[in-house]
């Protein structure tokens, strides 16, 4: 049995894209409100919010309760926040198995698979490149019919 | 091997939107007289969006590949999400070959690869590619020289008959719509201003008795359903379809020619279909419930169009001979007949009684309101013949291997045949009444793709709990 966690790149990678994503809303909620000065700060606080609320405290915890365990029959994700969810999912269930990368995914942590099989799919996400050619080599000779 | 997506794939990754963008331009560039500097200076916006649009599908189709083993199938696509999938040969349910008059004359063929695994609206794989490359794609194929292969072709009169009963009128209208709506956006709105005034005039004429804006509706319906019945017919000619080895392979059509290869194994169950009017004429129709066949708009996962109902039964026996149908052991008893009928019959007399105290309260719309009360009843009194009939041939039964259920959904009737491994899930239901006359429903789950779900009605419940029991060892 072999555990995984989501690597701490990932959730850096993601907060620096939500810190530009945040930013250039409030730009831009600052340059369209900026004849109503209270709107544009009311704005661009709600805006702060969102991010502190999501990048700060909900992704964090996301990182750290995310668990993804392949066990000699199955693969269990554990994941949730605020409502705890355990996904199980039978190797022989399994269909095929796809990676999703993105540009410098060695480096952003951005790797993640998604596991097809009869009548649902589970998502195993912000894997570092070491961890994500692992579990698909693991799931490869126990998993999918050849 | 690695084989890249054929650069038509180009124009497929290019919305419809993105036409209706660029012949304006174009327009606006011809009616500036090539004055390039005033074009761009005009409309640098629409420009930059256009080619915007270009550079995304050419890099979209830079990133589409396939690269086959012996075993596996290695698919790349995307950009900036770069996906890799690697999927076993021995997973893949349906290949669907794919070739309009256009495609053949670029050389170039849409195949789409199924598993019984992925969305239930979308293909696993998806690329178009160079004909030899599609060639490639032959694992379900291999077979075909097999010389104990065993055919069956439909006569042309029983695919008119197909594609009358099939044809939708819906697919039609909407087809009509788009068409109408997209051409006056690019050609200019006279186009639509014509069609409209047209359907007026000629409605007007007709109106003999009836309001003329029934009879607008009328048109236009049956303008729509002779659309889609010349799509239809266009769509199956040619239908034929072989059985080899282990495998099916269906081809169709006369412009668009598609091939569709399915693994036997993979078939979750068998579906004959009959409307009321089909089966006063003992016509069947016998369609094929295996991922990724019948998933695309307007395709029908049919496996023989139509054709009297014996020979449908002989055709399913020669070409899916591992999935033996039943006799129906357990029927609904003389009481059930209520729970079949009930339902259409209280609809029947609420819309009498409601177009009566309508026509009290409104007199001078009387008749509007019984021409909608009698456009509505029609159809309820269908049901209620519909209802009627299926409560004496709906039924339960089982041998050695499968599974037959036989039941009625909507208006037509069905009669499933499913191997006992496919069954995912079995469910009793019963209301109060029903569990004071000792009845049931039964609802039968299947295992694939998505979960499809069958249900028979107002059954005695001892019997469907034996027949329940004996298909559990195998699920």
Same mark, same amino acid.
Request: glycine residues 4%.
């Given at each position: 049995?072999?555990?995984?966690?989501?690597?701490?790149?990932?959730?850096?990678?993601l907060q620096i894209l939500e810190l530009?994503?945040?930013?250039?809303? +409030?730009?831009?909620?600052?340059?369209?409100?900026?004849?109503?000065?209270?709107?544009?700060?009311?704005?661009?606080?709600?805006?702060?919010?969102?991010?502190?609320?999501?990048?700060?405290?909900?992704?964090?915890?996301?990182?750290?309760?995310?668990?993804?365990?392949?066990?000699?029959?199955?693969?269990?994700?554990?994941? +949730?926040?605020?409502?705890?969810?355990?996904?199980?999912?039978?190797?022989?269930?399994?269909?095929?198995?796809?990676?999703?990368?993105?540009?410098?995914?060695?480096?952003?942590?951005?790797?993640?698979?998604?596991?097809?099989?009869?009548?649902?799919?589970?998502?195993?996400?912000?894997?570092?490149?070491?961890?994500?050619?692992?579990?698909?080599?693991?799931?490869?000779?126990?998993?999918?019919?050849? | 091997?690695?084989?890249?997506?054929h650069p038509i794939s180009i124009i497929?990754?290019?919305?419809?939107?993105?036409?209706?963008?660029?012949?304006?331009?174009?327009?606006?560039?011809?009616?500036?007289?090539?004055?390039?500097?005033?074009?761009?200076?005009?409309?640098?916006?629409?420009?930059?969006?256009?080619?915007?649009?270009?550079?995304?599908?050419?890099?979209?189709?830079?990133?589409?590949?396939?690269?086959?083993?012996?075993?596996?199938?290695?698919?790349?696509?995307?950009?900036?999400?770069?996906?890799?999938?690697?999927?076993?040969?021995?997973?893949?349910?349906?290949?669907?070959?794919?070739?309009?008059?256009?495609?053949?004359?670029?050389?170039?063929?849409?195949?789409?690869?199924?598993?019984?695994?992925?969305?239930?609206?979308?293909?696993?794989?998806?690329?178009?590619?160079?004909?030899?490359?599609?060639?490639?794609?032959?694992?379900?194929?291999?077979?075909?020289?097999?010389?104990?292969?065993?055919?069956?072709?439909?006569?042309?009169?029983?695919?008119?008959?197909?594609?009358?009963?099939?044809?939708?009128?819906?697919?039609?209208?909407?087809?009509?719509?788009?068409?109408?709506?997209?051409?006056?956006?690019?050609?200019?709105?006279?186009?639509?201003?014509?069609?409209?005034?047209?359907?007026?005039?000629?409605?007007?004429?007709?109106?003999?008795?009836?309001?003329?804006?029934?009879?607008?509706?009328?048109?236009?319906?049956?303008?729509?359903?002779?659309?889609?019945?010349?799509?239809?017919?266009?769509?199956?000619?040619?239908?034929?379809?072989?059985?080899?080895?282990?495998?099916?392979?269906?081809?169709? +059509?006369?412009?668009?020619?598609?091939?569709?290869?399915?693994?036997?194994?993979?078939?979750?169950?068998?579906?004959?279909?009959?409307?009321?009017?089909?089966?006063?004429?003992?016509?069947?129709?016998?369609?094929?419930?295996?991922?990724?066949?019948?998933?695309?708009?307007?395709?029908?996962?049919?496996?023989?169009?139509?054709?009297?109902?014996?020979?449908?039964?002989?055709?399913?026996?020669?070409?899916?001979?591992?999935?033996?149908?039943?006799?129906?052991?357990?029927?609904?008893?003389?009481? +059930?007949?209520?729970?079949?009928?009930?339902?259409?019959?209280?609809?029947?007399?609420?819309?009498?009684?409601?177009?009566?105290?309508?026509?009290?309260?409104?007199?001078?719309?009387?008749?509007?309101?019984?021409?909608?009360?009698?456009?509505?009843?029609?159809?309820?009194?269908?049901?209620?013949?519909?209802?009627?009939?299926?409560?004496?041939?709906?039924?339960?039964?089982?041998?050695?291997?499968?599974?037959?259920?036989?039941?009625?959904?909507?208006?037509?009737?069905?009669?499933?045949?499913?191997?006992?491994?496919?069954?995912?899930?079995?469910?009793?239901?019963?209301?109060?009444?029903?569990?004071?006359?000792?009845?049931?429903?039964?609802?039968?789950?299947?295992?694939?793709?998505?979960?499809?779900?069958?249900?028979?009605?107002?059954?005695?419940?001892?019997?469907?709990?034996e027949i329940i029991l004996n298909c559990?060892?195998?699920?």
């Open positions: 049995m072999r555990k995984y966690h989501p690597a701490r790149k990932a959730l850096y990678t530009v994503l945040c930013a250039a809303l +409030g730009i831009v909620a600052w340059y369209y409100l900026k004849f109503f000065p209270a709107l544009a700060w009311i704005a661009v606080m709600l805006i702060a919010i969102m991010y502190i609320l999501t990048a700060i405290i909900y992704l964090p915890l996301y990182i750290k309760k995310t668990i993804i365990t392949i066990a000699e029959n199955e693969i269990i994700v554990r994941t +949730g926040v605020f409502i705890e969810t355990k996904s199980i999912m039978r190797h022989d269930a399994v269909q095929y198995i796809s990676i999703v990368r993105t540009p410098l995914s060695k480096y952003t942590s951005l790797n993640n698979i998604v596991v097809n099989a009869l009548g649902g799919r589970l998502f195993l996400l912000f894997l570092s490149r070491e961890n994500a050619e692992e579990i698909v080599d693991i799931l490869q000779e126990r998993g999918i019919k050849t | 091997m690695k084989v890249k997506a497929e990754g290019i919305s419809k939107n993105f036409w209706i963008l660029l012949f304006p331009l174009l327009r606006g560039l011809i009616a500036m007289q090539f004055d390039l500097y005033r074009w761009v200076t005009g409309a640098w916006v629409d420009i930059m969006i256009v080619t915007s649009v270009l550079i995304y599908a050419i890099l979209r189709w830079r990133g589409m590949s396939f690269t086959l083993d012996e075993d596996t199938i290695l698919v790349q696509r995307g950009i900036i999400f770069r996906s890799k999938s690697r999927i076993p040969v021995d997973a893949i349910t349906t290949v669907i070959k794919e070739q309009t008059i256009i495609y053949n004359a670029f050389g170039a063929v849409k195949v789409r690869i199924e598993t019984n695994a992925g969305s239930k609206r979308k293909a696993d794989f998806k690329i178009t590619v160079r004909k030899q490359s599609a060639s490639t794609l032959n694992f379900l194929e291999r077979d075909l020289s097999n010389r104990t292969k065993k055919s069956y072709a439909p006569k042309w009169y029983y695919l008119i008959v197909f594609s009358l009963i099939s044809s939708n009128s819906l697919s039609g209208v909407l087809f009509l719509s788009a068409f109408i709506s997209q051409t006056g956006a690019v050609i200019g709105r006279e186009l639509r201003g014509d069609v409209i005034t047209t359907i007026t005039t000629l409605s007007h004429r007709l109106a003999i008795g009836i309001p003329p804006i029934a009879v607008a509706i009328s048109i236009v319906i049956l303008s729509g359903w002779v659309i889609a019945f010349i799509f239809n017919v266009l769509r199956h000619l040619h239908f034929e379809i072989t059985r080899s080895n282990k495998n099916l392979h269906i081809r169709e +059509g006369l412009f668009t020619k598609r091939q569709y290869h399915i693994n036997s194994d993979r078939i979750a169950f068998l579906d004959m279909r009959q409307t009321l009017t089909t089966k006063a004429f003992s016509i069947a129709s016998l369609y094929v419930y295996c991922a990724g066949y019948g998933k695309e708009k307007n395709e029908r996962a049919v496996l023989v169009p139509a054709t009297s109902k014996r020979e449908v039964e002989g055709t399913m026996r020669m070409l899916v001979p591992e999935i033996t149908p039943a006799k129906a052991t357990v029927k609904p008893p003389p009481r +059930g007949l209520v729970g079949y009928i009930l339902p259409s019959s209280l609809m029947l007399i609420s819309i009498t009684l409601v177009a009566k105290i309508l026509i009290g309260i409104f007199p001078s719309w009387h008749q509007l309101i019984s021409f909608v009360a009698a456009m509505a009843a029609i159809p309820l009194a269908w049901l209620l013949l519909v209802k009627f009939t299926a409560f004496i041939t709906s039924g339960i039964g089982e041998n050695e291997n499968a599974v037959t259920i036989r039941y009625v959904r909507r208006y037509s009737f069905s009669t499933i045949t499913m191997p006992k491994t496919r069954i995912a899930k079995m469910q009793i239901t019963q209301t109060p009444f029903q569990r004071w006359a000792g009845r049931c429903n039964v609802v039968i789950y299947t295992n694939a793709e998505s979960k499809q779900k069958h249900i028979v009605k107002q059954l005695p419940l001892k019997q469907t709990r559990r060892n195998y699920m």
